[in-house]
Nanobody
């Protein structure tokens, strides 16, 4: 599975942005998909994830009510809609794909769950 993110860019604080991830390769619909972000010098941080069907989604508390993950298995894409962005939310956003072996939040939240990663897309939130 190859993943390519897009949609990053510059937005003012309080604004919205949608980043997308296009997957190529077989069996996209069988993979759980996650979004992570990483600022320079910091660890990669879980943001949100979706089960293979899209019926179950998970997100870190700091983005609940502002970020929404969605996927379209027919188009092999997953999106992260980000609203009310904050200046500190200016890292690189990565999408990732992994086998869905558990339905537990903590399973989706750790990078080791995921086998495939995109190259990342930069989001810059200006204050």
């Amino acid at each position: 599975v190859q993943l390519v993110e897009s949609g990053g860019g510059l937005v003012q604080a309080g604004g919205s942005l949608r980043v997308s991830c296009a997957a190529s390769g077989r069996s996209f619909s069988s993979y759980a998909m996650g979004w992570f972000r990483q600022a320079p010098g910091k660890e990669r941080e879980f943001v949100a994830a979706s089960s293979w069907s899209g019926r179950s989604t998970y997100s870190v508390n700091s983005v609940k009510g502002r970020f929404t993950i969605s996927r379209d298995n027919a188009k092999n894409t997953v999106h992260l809609q980000m609203n009310n962005l904050k200046p500190e939310e200016t890292p690189v956003y990565y999408c990732a794909a992994g086998l869905e072996l558990s339905g537990n939040y903590y399973y989706y939240a750790i990078p080791n769950t995921y086998d495939y990663w995109g190259q990342g897309t930069q989001v810059t939130v200006s204050s």
